[in-house]
């Protein structure tokens, strides 16, 4: 996963979720600055809230409204709003809740239309988590949301890291409904999960080294649904490679530097492999686009301009 993303403030992200990169130690750089998940160490790079501020448009930015109570079914979720027009909706990354994973770029973005985020179920004050999810159940329980709060349709969808899996299920599922995709530093199909091209392009477990047992570790919890956070079955990695090319416009926006990893890690190597499955991202969309971010200082604006973008498709 990889690319300073808009969240965790975006101080780095490797190609592996940010959950990793914390508890490896690794400098990962979400993109939106001071919003997003995660918290930014010192000199890490990460966009400040001021920095987001500065760079808004003049328009006044909206305020998020009180949490609500939206029900799917028997399970209840979570969710916040701001602002009005066209309806936008914000899927964080694995395990990020609403209240950690943006930052202020809901309100930013709220200046351009409808914003919303929510709390996946065991994520933040959501319902518990199932035994069992898949990207299609997840994708389903985001319907359901942008149901429950009465969101108009077509809806932009913009999906952070392990977000746009869900992100784009829920698009190839609702075509009709997706005015748009974005999509920020995605896990493409065929990275990650048991038979992923990540776990073979690591070196094999060391017991003398902590730094990539540590790597591996977090993998192996990632990948078994009993300790999987979110009990995201295995699985859905498979059924991710075989979604189908939908007519959505999609913008992929990508990081421009390689992120650290353990040092028994091949990382140009690593990195190398993400960016050309980001071709496979891009496959999914015959109105596709790829977008580099330079400097992670550059996420806000870049995320505002694919918006702008996506709400014009």
């Known amino acids: 996963m990889g690319t300073t993303t808009a969240r965790r403030h975006r101080t780095g992200t490797t190609h592996g979720p940010r ?90 973005l709220a200046t351009r239309g409808r914003v919303c985020v929510y709390d996946r179920l065991g994520v933040g004050r959501s319902d518990s988590v199932p035994d069992r999810q898949t990207f299609a159940s997840l994708a389903g329980d985001l319907d359901g949301v942008i149901s429950g709060l009465g969101l108009t349709r077509p809806v932009v969808v913009l999906g952070d890291s392990l977000g746009a899996p869900i992100a784009l299920t829920w698009t190839s599922r609702h075509a009709s409904d997706a005015k748009a995709v974005v999509l920020l530093d995605p896990v493409p199909p065929g990275y990650f999960g048991p038979t992923g091209a990540l776990l073979r392009l690591l070196p094999p477990k060391d017991p003398g080294d902590p730094e990539l047992g540590g790597l591996w570790a977090d993998l192996d919890r990632f990948n078994t649904v009993a300790t999987n956070r979110e009990s995201l079955d ?67 604006t870049m995320i505002r301009s694919a918006l702008e973008r996506a709400l014009q498709s």
């Open 19 to 108: 959950w990793l990169t914390v508890v490896v130690a690794m400098a990962l750089a979400p993109a939106l600055a001071g919003c997003p998940s995660g918290s930014a160490g010192a000199g890490d790079g990460a966009v400040t809230t001021a920095t987001v501020r500065a760079t808004s448009t003049v328009r006044a930015t909206p305020t998020l409204e009180p949490e609500r109570d939206v029900a799917v079914g028997d399970r209840h979720f979570k969710a916040r709003c701001a602002g009005s027009g066209p309806s936008v909706v914000l899927v964080a990354d694995y395990g990020r809740a609403m209240d950690d994973a943006w930052g202020t770029i809901p309100q930013t």
């Open 234 to 300: 295995p699985a859905s990695w498979t059924a991710y490679e075989r979604l189908p090319m939908t007519s959505t416009p999609l913008y992929d926006l990508v990081r421009a530097q390689v992120q650290p990893w353990p040092a028994a890690v091949d990382a140009d190597a690593i990195d190398g492999v993400w960016r050309q499955y980001q071709r496979r991202v891009l496959a999914l969309s015959s109105q596709a686009e790829l977008r580099i971010v330079p400097k992670p200082d550059d996420w806000p």
